[in-house]
């Protein structure tokens, strides 16, 4: 490459790994939908009408982490009223409105069917009930990475931290490290990783939090952009830069493992097919 395009181009390269991150997101969103509808159509020709719910049973682990996180935090805000009032796993049934006393916490839904829910109640009119209704909503979003976290050590013997920093990647195993673990690690990580994202009733119930989350960060960085204590350098920008990147391989092992879920659930579809 021509010494000068070089230079040119390394001036845009933070920029480039904070869009990456953007779109890498969006890129395993549209794989993952995808493998939905191949595992959706193997459920479909193998048991029928019924098989068009394997998606639901396959990602089963997630679906009781998801569930468990807005039980956890729930149970965490004890002291300021929150009671839980029912859990329930596996029982596919027509979503409910959401409960007058309280808040419905529901995932992995379709459009008229949902697979696991958490009820609670919790006081009325208090601002510590806006933002437990908050804390409780994202928790899948926190317990699903953590878990990615953990599994991926369970596979390969190394944290993600490890991985990023300083493994070499003729070596994905730790030496020494049993290599089953990547017969079961994977398959779970796909389904954490599927019921990470909060659903629209969660999101409902954070609005208020997250809300004014983005308010407060948005004003103390005008604060402290006003008074010289945040400035937009290189060196942000850089620091910026090596935070995407971060985000970037965890998002890069993800699209992985989904292409490499679609291509066997395409093999299956086409002998099916054939």
Not at 166 to 184: Q, V
Not at 204 to 213: D, E, K, P, Q, Y
Request: charged share 15%; glycine share 8%; net charge positive.
């Amino acid at each position: 490459m021509d010494p000068a395009l070089r230079a040119q181009l390394e001036i845009y390269k933070p920029w480039f790994f904070i869009a990456a991150v953007f779109i890498l997101f969006i890129l395993l969103r549209a794989t993952r939908k995808l493998l939905r509808r191949r595992v959706d159509e193997i459920g479909y020709r193998i048991f029928g009408e019924r098989g068009l719910l394997m998606w639901f049973w396959l990602n089963a682990p997630g679906v009781v982490l998801h569930e468990l996180s807005h039980a956890f935090v729930v149970l965490l805000l004890y002291p300021f009223g929150f009671r839980i009032s029912s859990i329930t796993l596996f029982r596919i049934k027509p979503k409910p409105q959401p409960a007058t006393g309280g808040r419905l916490m529901r995932s992995n839904a379709r459009p008229s069917l949902q697979l696991g829910e958490v009820q609670y109640l919790r006081p009325q009119g208090k601002i510590t009930s806006y933002i437990g209704d908050g804390l409780s909503a994202v928790a899948p979003l926190f317990g699903g990475i953590l878990a990615f976290f953990f599994l991926y050590w369970v596979a390969t013997g190394y944290t993600l931290w490890d991985a990023w920093q300083t493994i070499n990647y003729e070596h994905i195993l730790r030496p020494g490290w049993p290599w089953w673990t990547l017969t079961f690690a994977p398959y779970l990580v796909l389904t954490v990783t599927s019921e990470l994202w909060p659903s629209h009733q969660d999101w409902r119930g954070a609005r208020w939090l997250v809300g004014g989350l983005l308010i407060l960060g948005a004003l103390l960085c005008i604060i402290l952009w006003i008074t010289g204590a945040l400035v937009f350098d290189n060196a942000l920008l850089q620091s910026a830069s090596s935070f995407s990147t971060a985000i970037n391989f965890a998002l890069l092992l993800l699209l992985g493992l989904d292409l490499a879920f679609l291509l066997v659930t395409e093999l299956i579809v086409r002998v099916m097919r054939g």
